[in-house]
């Protein structure tokens, strides 16, 4: 049984951290992309970062509005993604989901393989 848990989230103040954490399990870890995304209340789920480590070199990509602020990883000895966030700011603030898929350009989109349940973020100023 395929299984993407998120955990981490809660309520900070802007400025303050947080790390999430994506336990991953039933399907091949190492041969997915994965990423973090983020849904606003009342708004649509969009991208946050994605890391593709199927390749010699891993590939992490940022949306605009994270860029110097959030770190996202993984260990493939784990099974886990991780997100670092920093400098947390209240437009941040949402249900924050992992998922994986086969094709890295697929993720997110409606051919992603898999996806989590989400943990919250609040962020308040």
């Known amino acids: 049984q395929v299984q993407l848990v998120e955990s981490g989230g809660g309520s900070v103040q802007a400025g303050g951290s947080l790390r999430l954490s994506c336990a991953a399990s039933?399907?091949?870890?190492?041969?997915?992309?994965m990423g973090w995304f983020r849904q606003a209340p009342g708004k649509g789920r969009e991208g946050v970062a994605i890391?593709?480590?199927?390749?010699?070199?891993?590939?992490?990509r940022y949306e605009d509005p994270v860029k110097g602020r959030f770190t996202i990883s993984q260990d493939n000895a784990k099974n886990n993604l991780y997100l670092q966030m920093n400098s947390l700011k209240p437009e941040d603030t949402g249900m924050y989901y992992c998922?994986?898929?086969?094709?890295?350009?697929?993720?997110?989109?409606?051919?992603?393989?898999?996806w989590g349940q989400g943990t919250q973020v609040t962020v308040s100023s």
């Open positions: 998922a994986a898929a086969r094709d890295c350009g697929a993720l997110g989109g409606p051919s992603t393989d898999y």
């Open positions: 039933g399907y091949s870890f190492r041969s997915h992309c």
């Open positions: 890391i593709n480590t199927l390749g010699r070199t891993t590939y992490r």
